[in-house]
């Protein structure tokens, strides 16, 4: 007979069970299917239990970790390991004994020296090749040797189409084609932060026209309208004179910077073995990675990589962190570009895009579905969609903003508690945050982090993808800065790098990072990685337990099942929260499977912290 209803205290966690699925493998593509008892396609050779936590708060997550658990975004899933082609084991490394290797320090050691100025380079002999100076980088990013070029070209074209003594050059004007050299900067230059720069144009004309040097650079100087301040990019230098040289026929502009030059080093580093033809040779990959980036030139201040830690919500209204994970996605994952019309769909055929097109409703942001989002960002997420689609196509539109919302929903959203919403939490409060990696104005790489009472939680990393490949591995960094943020920011004991893949080559780096820890699938026991491995290696499928069950603890775990499953509220629509003793035999019949497999898959206790909602 059924329980009287009674006021129970409701749980602080809130879930929705979905109960067992099973789906294609994304590691190992099926081909570990035969692997499995029975006749097990590829397409059903992964399979896990999954929840939906409307709120659950970071403790009782760290206890779902403990049991095998990972999220995204708000979907909880248990792998089952047992019954899968390519096992998936929890790894956690105990950041406050971390032991670097040599390896992970020459990464460190990589973006330290690439953040530092650019040195001269030691040119070879045997070759003629030359490299930009910095200051022409400079120069040219801002936009100065073009437009200094083309008030040259309008002086020279006057003079050739005006002058008694070039009408042969009528019509000839656009064969002449000005470019500026930089100069090397004497002592006295760099203390005064100015640069001259020559072109060479006029004695290339009077040779060719049979005129007189200084006759054909005077007249080209006086005729020169020189290009002011606002005319170049970011104002970073200025013009200040312009003369001719009559002897060599040369044009001198010395240009004033009004930000030091990227590339400029103190007098005392400068060789004093260096060239006396204008040209300082240089290395700057970053320099050139930034100007690439942004099209500006990057400034001495602006040489370092700064992480600012903000919520995951508060970095979802940043457009510059969604464009980073939509172009990473596009790039390294093969993800469609929302940002382009060219960008193919590979999961559907042409007529499927078509039928697609003509089905889909155009998005309204204000009747999206933002969960439990706080209220400082429900107030700006519209306007921040706006700017993505801003000058963008309209056949884009929804592309983006389907994108930015699936962006959400993997990545921002989380089901732990906020605060009151009006403000953003600050770190190291518990919750869900977004690690921003920027140089000067550009993001390079965004770390998607958990903050719980013992550790920091590995979720996800997205990143400047030219930046990664050309100058240094951002995957191998970011895990480097997160286990000393851990550590000397944090001070907890705990980095959790998610799951460890025997059976994936591309998983296996993470048992690198020592002392590390993997949890037994089978008793829930962290064993050593050194112990762990070998014993997962000596199986076909890289699972087992690493030691014996306690037999005692599995029969106290019996006799205690059905009172744990007693204790289990569940929301079934009655408009009150009930327990199991309180439903009809009817109802126990349905409920009582779902409750022993959420039981099974985590533990007897931690159920019975959570609200379990059936409607």
Known sequence: QAMDPIALPSPENVIRPFGYSTSDCGYCKGERAALLPGNVSANDCSKSWGMLADVMTASAYEGFLAKGWRRSGIHLYKPCNFESCCPTLTIRLMADRFAMTRSQAKVLKKMKNLLQPPMQKKRSRKTNQKNVSMEEQLLESCGALSAL???????????????????????????????????????????????????????????????????????????LILPKTTDFSGGIVSVVAARAHPPSGQIIITLQLLEQAPSSMPADHMDVSMRDDGEDDYDDKLGAWYYEATHKALLPSQRELTVRTVTAYESALDPEAF?????????????????????????????????????????????????????????????????????????????ILSNYYSYYQFLVEAPFPFGDGNVPLQAPACGNYHQHYRIGESLVAVGVVDILPTGLSSVYLYYDPAFSHRLVALGKYAILKEIEYTHRELQKPYYYLGYYIESCQKMRYKGEYKPSQLLCPKTYQWKDVEIAVPKIRETPRHVCAFGDEDDQQTQTDIRNHDYYLGQIQMDIGAGMNVVFDMLQESGKDVVKPILEEFMLEAGLQLPTKCLVKLT
């Open 149 to 223: 070029s083309e008030c040259t070209q309008q002086a020279m074209v006057h003079f050739l189409t005006t002058t008694t003594h070039a009408t042969s050059a009528n019509g000839r004007s656009s064969e002449w084609s000005v470019t500026f050299k930089v100069r090397q900067q004497s002592k006295q230059e760099r203390k005064q932060k100015t640069i001259q720069v020559v072109s060479s144009i006029c004695a290339q004309v009077a040779g060719k026209l049979g005129l007189q040097r200084q006759d054909v650079v005077n007249a080209v100087v006086q005729k």
């Open 323 to 399: 464009r980073l994970y939509a172009r990473y996605q596009h790039v390294v994952h093969d993800d469609p570009d929302p940002f382009s019309k060219d960008s193919p769909n590979k999961e559907k055929g042409d007529d499927d895009d078509a039928a697609a097109a003509e089905e889909e409703e155009n998005i309204v942001i204000g009747e999206l579905d933002w969960g439990n989002a706080p209220k400082y960002f429900l107030d700006r997420v519209e306007s921040t969609m706006n700017a993505l689609i801003q000058g963008q196509d309209q056949e884009l539109h929804n592309t």
